[in-house]
């Protein structure tokens, strides 16, 4: 157990239907980090914030996707108009300053 | 572009076959190289910080090993519960994101 939560464990939506994920990092660790994984792949970085401020975001992150840490706490992903594409592994990884990132155990999306 | 590349993409040992997985990286100025271990259905498992060319770490089974051009995961005399997908991944200087491999799926039979 690295002590990053993250939840739901698993969620399946209608495709179409938004859906928002919370990932609740250790306390400490000011770095949160989303990425996603889909099947036979390595995960892929969608966006990081230090503290509550959204530094870093890939291309992947369309404008159905947001994410947000309000007061750099736990952190919500949010996926809007969910496409069968949208299926995948969506990781959570919390770091403290200049060490390596902790995941947690991720939310599985699949999109019926 | 930064990228990874691991190979194999899969591997089958038997117990006590020691081998190497190989990380083929390119980056524009290395801040760190990264091997995690990932059993299905969950999330990576960290295992080593690599920062330098000529640097060596060791976790009980498993060595790692750096290159400019590449990493190196010795597994000597695996177990079975060694069975797992391993993760290479670079950090690249000034960014934050890590950019990963496609992995290496290993299998250790009894």
């Known amino acids: 157990d690295t002590g990053v939560s993250q939840d739901p464990r698993h969620k399946i939506t209608k495709r179409g239907q938004n859906v928002t994920f919370r990932c609740d990092p250790i306390?400490?660790?000011?770095?949160l980090y989303w990425y996603r994984q889909t099947l036979g792949q390595g995960p892929e970085f969608l966006t990081y914030?230090?503290?509550?401020?959204?530094?870093?975001k890939s291309r992947l992150l369309s404008d159905r996707f947001s994410a947000e840490r309000p007061k750099g706490s736990f952190s919500t992903l949010e996926i809007q108009r969910t496409e069968q594409g949208d299926s995948a592994m969506y990781l959570c990884?919390?770091?403290?300053?200049?060490?390596?990132?902790?995941f947690g155990q991720g939310t599985r999306l699949t999109v019926v | 572009e930064d990228q990874v590349t691991q190979s194999p993409e899969a591997l089958r040992l038997q117990e006590g076959e020691s081998s190497s997985l190989n990380c083929s990286y390119t980056?524009?100025?290395?801040?760190?190289l990264f091997w995690y271990r990932q059993d299905p259905g969950k999330g990576p498992e960290f295992l080593f910080t690599l920062y330098s060319a000529g640097e060596e770490k060791e976790k009980e089974r498993l060595k790692a090993t750096l290159t400019k051009k590449e990493s190196f995961l010795h597994i000597t005399a695996p177990k079975p519960e060694d069975s797992a997908t391993y993760l290479c991944?670079?950090?690249?200087?000034?960014?934050?994101?890590?950019?990963f491999g496609t992995g290496t799926r290993l299998l250790v039979s009894p």
């Open positions: 991944a670079v950090q690249a200087t000034g960014f934050q994101k890590l950019v």
């Open positions: 306390s400490e660790h000011n770095r």
């Open positions: 980056v524009s100025g290395l801040r760190g």
């Open positions: 990884a919390t770091r403290p300053l200049n060490t390596e990132a902790f």
């Open positions: 914030f230090q503290n509550e401020a959204q530094l870093e």
